[in-house]
């Protein structure tokens, strides 16, 4: 037993944390939400570019496949810090997602042009059509008036040259498909969160495309349903983190009745209750992440337990965050709502956490009393 | 509505063992060495766990009948197994220690009559004692020939603890100190033989100087009890009153006017890994599940079962991450705090999901469920106010994790 990380992990994480810090600062946020398409672009481009040079794409690909050969233990920092920063990018898709299932894949050839793409670092991969329900893993995924499939709230599909796609026939199973930008009609859906990057996108079905089918797809799609909600319970750690410190900084700072706010206990508890609530759902997100990296059985209880611990602190975190702040948070000059926005979509995305809490309880029922 | 797949795509494939090795660092499984403690532990209990549930602790015959029980922990050395082997212990380590508690309260074994002490006291004791005082002291604690209670809260000294009054005073032939005031709420203060308790001894320090560290036996003369029954009718816990009860100077723990530092690393055991192993939550989360399950699983509670049951999984989980900073000599630091917090509520959230499970049946006080139920919420229920209220502990953790100004 030895619930902690490795030097080299902490020093991964730091170094990202500094790139964050550069190519990612609250102040680039804004610029992103005020940008004009082409200039979001550009941003988007020049970030994805300084993320790239860390090898962050790759980080879960094989070395003889030339990735990292790093695991999800080193990437749940990772995650973390991209939450901290409410990175635009669509990393947990690229390098949780795509990056292992693409490699896993490999001698598809659809699997090994994507994959290559990926790794030059010059676009992220797009994914869509896998949401988690309270009965597994289904598909938005539909077939369109004009032929095509059509699948809404695919991430990522702005800036992407592949497209990891997801359909499931009642009869035939899952589907998992590498779709090239050039061939799909992108419809760029506005969302709340402004940095967030949601299209609806019809694709034409193809076997030229195709990565895995039945037990392989199926395989695929519960383990990308597993990596989905552990990662972003990872980044909504990060993003509870950075709340509760905006609004400890604030509180600090602003004085009524002649003193900082923060010393009144009605303040201290709100802020209390929301760093009591990240406090724990922190080691269930690393749980998670360790049990992806070393395959244990219990995956799925353990990445929907930390979806359902991530999203409910990271929740809290928001709602006491704007408490603390007052009006001047529910404005557009304080920063705090491009932290807010991202946590309200993440909450939701990959299984919310009512919907992992049963998911939990289905599978809480064989006691894993040796384990950890 | 797909047509069939062609081409060069997989139809199989193999996912584990894991595609990438861990390299170093984390590894959530214990190794052959702690599974075998386990299985010794497990086999001791399944042998020793008495068939019966013993009579409650807070009466006179159930009071000796847990102290029995510690003697026969004591006697196959599984009383305290962290602890020296010279006091009893087998020298082991956290880990251990947390697999020893999840079997104790997997085997459902005795509530332990001797916490206050063992869990409390002791490594203060551990940390501050004189040789001699561990000699004399520390061996009668683990086998529950000498049952402790903490003599800490005054009437007027609550939540605000710096506030006692009680107070120690130099005696006549200059070899010890003469205690007089009041303690309240004692848990075991009915029955127990020694007390553990803060004196102020300089009547002119403010607040939490001039406090000092006592050990104290309770039949000293001047030492009265009155024991205070508690919410279910039993004396669960008593008011001490000491009218100048003479305590020689080899029972001062710690320095005289260093109480305060001394008393706050025994609250840190307290909110921190020792009074509260995740055990006891994962068994009772188990045992609402099973509960949920006879009830035919009502759509109504379903979520917070869930809530309980996680809750429990993540106290254990935040406890491992824990006690591996622990395992590797650093302190448990504030966040301590967060545990007082999570693990009271966990415990109330649990008995109160059990009880409206069992609906109108929650107020029978029958033997076994829902009797055990209803005494479990009773006993949950004062969770979020000893060991420093949970209002005291969103201060620490305002004030010392998120730095937060003082009000």
Excluded at chain 2, 11 to 37: K, S, Y
């Amino acid at each position: 037993m030895d619930f902690s990380f490795s030097d080299e992990q902490t020093e991964l994480r730091q170094a990202v944390r500094q790139t964050l810090g550069r190519a990612c600062p609250t102040s680039a946020l804004r610029d992103f939400y005020e940008a004009n398409a082409e200039r979001r672009a550009a941003l988007a481009h020049d970030r994805w570019n300084a993320f790239a040079a860390l090898g962050a794409p790759g980080l879960l690909v094989p070395e003889s496949a030339d990735g990292l050969g790093l695991n999800d233990v080193d990437l749940v920092g990772v995650l973390e810090e991209a939450g901290w920063a409410a990175l635009p990018e669509p990393l947990l898709e690229t390098a949780g997602l795509a990056a292992p299932m693409l490699a896993a894949l490999l001698p598809a050839a659809s699997a090994a042009t994507a994959l290559g793409a990926l790794l030059t670092g010059n676009a992220p991969v797009a994914v869509g059509g896998i949401d988690i329900g309270v009965a597994g893993p289904s598909s938005p995924t539909t077939v369109a008036a004009d032929g095509m499939l059509r699948t809404e709230r695919v991430v990522g599909a702005r800036d992407a040259a592949v497209y990891l796609m997801a359909c499931r026939d009642p009869d035939s199973g899952w589907q998992l498909h590498a779709v090239p930008a050039a061939v799909c009609a992108v419809h760029t859906t506005p969302t709340l969160d402004a940095a967030r990057d949601l299209s609806t996108v019809h694709w034409p079905l193809s076997s030229d495309t195709l990565l895995a089918y039945g037990v392989a797809a199926e395989a695929s799609i519960s383990l990308m349903a597993d990596r989905g909600a552990a990662g972003s319970a990872a980044f909504l750690v990060g993003l509870a983190d950075r709340m509760i410190t905006l609004a400890a900084d604030y509180a600090k700072d602003r004085h009524q009745f002649g003193k900082p706010i923060g010393s009144f206990q009605a303040v201290k508890h709100l802020l209390a209750n929301a760093r009591v609530k990240l406090e724990f759902a922190r080691p269930a997100t690393y749980r998670a992440a360790w049990s992806l990296a070393t395959a244990q059985p219990t995956v799925s209880h353990d990445a929907s337990m930390a979806k359902a611990m991530a999203s409910d602190a990271a929740d809290l975190a928001a709602r006491v965050a704007l408490q603390v702040h007052g009006a001047i948070g529910y404005t557009w000059e304080c920063d705090l709502h491009f932290f807010m926005k991202r946590t309200w979509a993440l909450s939701a995305a990959w299984g919310n956490a009512a919907t992992h809490r049963q998911l939990v309880l289905a599978q809480a029922r064989r006691p894993h009393r040796s384990k950890g | 509505m797909l047509p069939p797949p062609v081409g060069g795509a997989a139809e199989t494939l193999a996912f584990g063992p894991a595609v990438c090795q861990i390299r170093g660092g984390m590894d959530l499984t214990f190794d052959a060495a702690h599974e075998a403690f386990r299985t010794e532990a497990r086999a001791w209990l399944a042998a020793h766990v008495p068939a019966e549930p013993l009579p409650s602790l807070d009466t006179a015959s159930g009071f000796e009948a847990h102290r029995a029980w510690e003697a026969t922990l004591f006697a196959d050395q599984w009383s305290v197994v962290s602890w020296p082997t010279e006091y009893g212990g087998r020298n082991l380590g956290i880990m251990e220690w947390l697999i020893f508690e999840e079997e104790y309260y997997r085997a459902r074994a005795p509530t332990r009559v001797s916490q206050n002490g063992i869990f409390l006291l002791a490594p203060t004791m551990l940390e501050y004692g004189t040789p001699a005082q561990k000699q004399r002291f520390l061996t009668p604690m683990a086998s529950g020939e000498e049952i402790w209670c903490q003599g800490w809260s005054e009437p007027d000294a609550g939540s605000d603890l710096a506030g006692i009054r009680a107070r120690a005073v130099r005696n006549g032939s200059g070899d010890g100190w003469v205690l007089t005031g009041q303690k309240t709420w004692a848990s075991r203060g009915a029955f127990a033989e020694w007390c553990f308790g803060i004196f102020r001894t300089d009547p002119e320090a403010e607040r939490h100087r001039g406090l000092t560290y006592f050990l104290i036996a309770m039949d000293s003369p001047g030492v009265t009890v009155r024991p205070i029954p508690q919410i279910d009718g039993e004396t669960g816990f008593a008011e001490i009153f000491f009218d100048e009860v003479t305590v020689p100077d080899a029972q001062v723990l710690g320095d005289v006017g260093a109480g305060w530092s001394v008393a706050m690393s025994t609250a840190g055991s307290e909110r921190g890994l020792s009074l509260r192993s995740p055990a006891r939550y994962t068994e009772a989360a188990a045992r609402l599940i099973e509960l949920f399950d006879q009830h035919g699983r009502p759509h109504m509670s379903a979520d917070a079962v869930a809530r309980a049951y996680i809750d429990a999984e993540a106290y254990k989980l935040h406890t491992y991450w824990t006690a591996t900073k622990v395992a590797r000599g650093h302190a448990v630091g504030p966040e301590a705090s967060c545990n007082k917090i999570f693990w009271s509520e966990t415990d109330v959230a649990i008995h109160e999901t059990a009880l409206a499970l069992l609906g109108p049946r929650a107020e029978l006080l029958e033997a076994g469920s829902p009797g055990a139920w209803l005494d479990g919420y009773l006993f949950a229920l004062a969770g979020p106010i000893y060991a420093g209220t949970n209002e005291i502990q969103r201060n620490v953790v305002a004030e010392r994790l998120l730095g937060l100004p003082r009000g």
